[in-house]
């Protein structure tokens, strides 16, 4: 009898084992796959791709333009896979099922609130070595287009060995002629532009502002280097041009730190934006001198998130018309930023009529991009009746 009794309980810590396995089979570092001619294999666009990263109680899924960290609510197990639930209502989920175990090859349906529901297949991080990797097509990957980088300018350079290429105005990159990339950097609060002149060096415009720099950089080992600047500064007698032998690199160019070399010290108190960061500074701002910023350093990739934080410091401050003038920039300039929107709306009302639209915007762009409609404020839709 004892050994009987031994014998079920062993059975039932088995079991009960195999059912936690089973549970816990999603847990794991995951890769997307794609299926190609009846097999899975790995799409190399030549840039990171779509992965997943589960544990026990939550999942981050790192995209290739936006990343989610997501806490998991509740787990349901059944025949048809693992569903884990990111909220007590289950309008949300990541549903686990294996097409090929032993590949580590497994199905995931995802689903955010009111979107529909996709599908997308990858590979468990432990098992990559078994699905074949394959160069992506047009079709397959994203473009420059598509993340919103826009080539503004491009030059041939060097006898055509490099081409210099201006990205979303105030980034550069330098390509060789095989298009493996060799130098890349943007510029804070500047636009770039390239002046179109033959040589060897890279011919730069680099303007801050109502001021600018002519710049030519030139090949010395592994660096960029130029020898000699010319600044042309505005002023109420017109514009001042003024060219001095200074030695900067590509990579350590500063546009405020060479203007201060021409003892233009004033040049930097105007334009920075580093006042944003100071909250008691920022208190003192009035709507001219916001412009003023605004005007000298325009609204970049590089700089849109201190904007955006410098307008959620004002609508706390109660300052809501500088708020407003920011947010008008920050939405015109990315259209598609959700948070944006939120905040627009909390700087309009009150005394803007289009403070509903600025709400109605924001709810619109949550529900499209598949976002979680519990974390809309209860505000968002008391004030939009």
């Known amino acids: 009898m004892k050994k009987i009794i031994f014998g079920l309980l062993i059975l ?36 990171e791709g779509e992965s997943l990263k589960t544990s026990k ?35 949300s989920y990541y549903k686990f099922l294996w097409i090929d175990k032993e590949k580590g090859i497994s199905k995931w349906e995802i689903k955010y609130n009111e979107s529909s529901k996709i599908v997308k297949y990858f590979v468990n991080k432990l098992k990559v070595k078994s699905v074949k990797v394959v160069k992506g097509l047009k079709a397959d990957c994203v473009s420059n287009e598509d993340v919103g980088d826009v080539v503004n300018d491009s030059l041939v350079i060097d006898g055509g060995n490099n081409i ?24 804070d609060n500047s636009i770039v532009k390239i002046r179109h002149v033959k040589g060897k060096v890279i011919p730069l415009t680099i303007i801050n502002g109502q001021n600018s720099i002519d710049i030519d950089f030139f090949s010395k080992g592994n660096e960029w ?9 505005s002023s109420s007698n017109g514009e001042e041009k003024n060219t001095k032998p200074i030695a900067v690199s590509l990579k350590e160019f500063d546009f405020n730190n ?22 008691e500074k920022l208190k003192e701002m009035d709507v001219y001198k916001i412009a003023d910023i605004l005007k000298d350093n325009p609204i970049s990739n590089q ?6 934080d410098a307008a959620f410091n004002l609508i706390g401050m109660e300052s ?3 708020a407003r003038i920011i947010l ?23 005394f803007d009529e289009n403070a509903k639209k600025s709400y109605q915007k924001y709810i619109s762009l949550m529900k499209s991009q598949g976002k979680d409609l519990n974390k809309i404020p209860k505000r968002v839709y008391e004030r939009i009746k």
């Not at 990315?334 to 939120?342: E, F, G, K, N, T």
């Open 12 to 47: 039932n810590v088995m079991l009960s084992c195999k059912s936690q396995d089973s549970k816990e089979e999603y847990i794991g570092t995951w890769l997307e796959v794609q299926k190609k001619d009846n097999e899975f294999v790995i799409i190399d666009c030549g840039y």
């Open 57 to 91: 109680n939550s999942i981050f899924e790192k995209g290739v333009m936006e990343d989610l960290d997501m806490k998991i609510d509740h787990i349901k197990e059944g025949e048809d896979g693992i569903t884990l639930f990111t909220d007590k209502l289950e309008k």
């Open 164 to 187: 210099i290429l201006v990205e979303d105005d105030n980034c550069i990159s330098l390509k060789n002629k095989k298009g493996d990339l060799i130098f890349e950097r943007c510029f």
């Open 225 to 233: 280097i130029s020898n000699s600047i010319t600044y042309y500064k």
């Open 258 to 279: 060479v203007v201060e070399q021409f003892g233009d010290v004033n040049n930097k108190a105007l334009t920075s934006l580093e006042d944003f960061k100071n909250k």
């Open 303 to 308: 700089n849109i998130t201190l904007y955006n």
């Open 320 to 322: 809501f018309n500088e």
């Open 328 to 350: 008008l920039e920050i939405v015109n300039f990315s259209p598609d930023r959700i948070v944006a929107y939120l905040n627009l709306g909390d700087a309009q009302w009150g």
